[in-house]
């Protein structure tokens, strides 16, 4: 069965620095979606950034980007010049229909 | 654009009792699905549909939890003989999967069930 581990129960960063999100998943299939989402505090979860396996590039969707190592099965999440509304519970994800979450990792922005 | 809609947002109840929930998918959206959050975890998948058809539902949580989508349109969530660990957040999210699997998933608030 897929899982997914995110690391980092915690993380901090001051504004306007950069900051690393863990993630490393576990499959034995070659073509797969990958996706960060983020949930603010009692709102509702949305997409930040997806990767498909099968593309080599990582993606990037402004001050937010991956660092995808498929042959290490690793899905990082950069944010560069953090800003106070990027606090948030921070979910890696595997999948597509049985999508598989991670434990997520709450993420601190001090002004 | 309406988002998906999710009622009630707040159920509380007492142990033993039925529950169900809504889910109002966003127009379009054909693929509809089901997770359960607990404090402190990320979304655990439930069950999902293509349109009226259920085409997941092993990993429905127990025998007392049933979904349906009977016009393909919006789903409701029972729980039956509702227990203490039942407790948690109930999200429904959405697809098009015309538009492609590359396409996220869009969620809603979610239901919080609170067992007494």
């Known amino acids: 069965a897929q899982t997914v581990t995110q690391s980092q129960p915690e993380m901090s960063v001051q504004e306007a620095e950069t900051v690393t999100l863990s993630c490393t998943y576990d499959?034995?299939?070659?073509?797969?979606?990958l996706f960060w989402y983020k949930q603010p505090p009692s709102r509702q979860m949305i997409l930040v950034i997806r990767?498909?396996?099968?593309?080599?590039q990582n993606a990037t969707e402004n001050r937010f980007s991956v660092n995808f190592q498929k042959a290490a099965k690793s899905f990082s999440l950069k944010i560069s010049d953090s800003q106070l509304g990027d606090a948030a519970m921070y979910f890696c994800?595997?999948?597509?229909?049985?999508?598989?979450f991670g434990a997520g990792t709450r993420l601190t922005v001090k002004p | 654009d309406t988002g998906v809609s999710q009622n009630p947002r707040h159920k509380i109840t007492k142990r033993g009792q039925n529950v169900t929930f809504r889910c109002d998918p966003i127009s379009e959206h054909n693929r509809l699905y089901w997770y359960r959050q607990t404090l402190g975890q990320g979304p655990e998948f439930l069950t999902y549909?293509?349109?009226?058809?259920?085409?997941?539902k092993s990993r429905l949580l127990s025998d007392r939890f049933s979904a349906e989508r009977p016009k393909g349109s919006f789903s409701t969530l029972e729980i039956q003989r509702t227990e203490q660990g039942d407790s948690a957040m109930y999200l429904c999210?959405?697809?098009?999967?015309?538009?492609?699997?590359?396409?996220?998933?869009?969620f809603g608030d979610g239901t919080r069930l609170s067992i007494l």
């Open positions: 994800a595997y999948g597509f229909d049985d999508m598989r």
């Open positions: 999210a959405t697809h098009p999967l015309a538009q492609g699997r590359n396409q996220p998933q869009h």
């Open positions: 549909f293509q349109n009226e058809a259920q085409l997941e």
């Open positions: 499959t034995s299939e070659s073509d797969y979606y």
């Open positions: 990767q498909e396996a099968y593309k080599q």
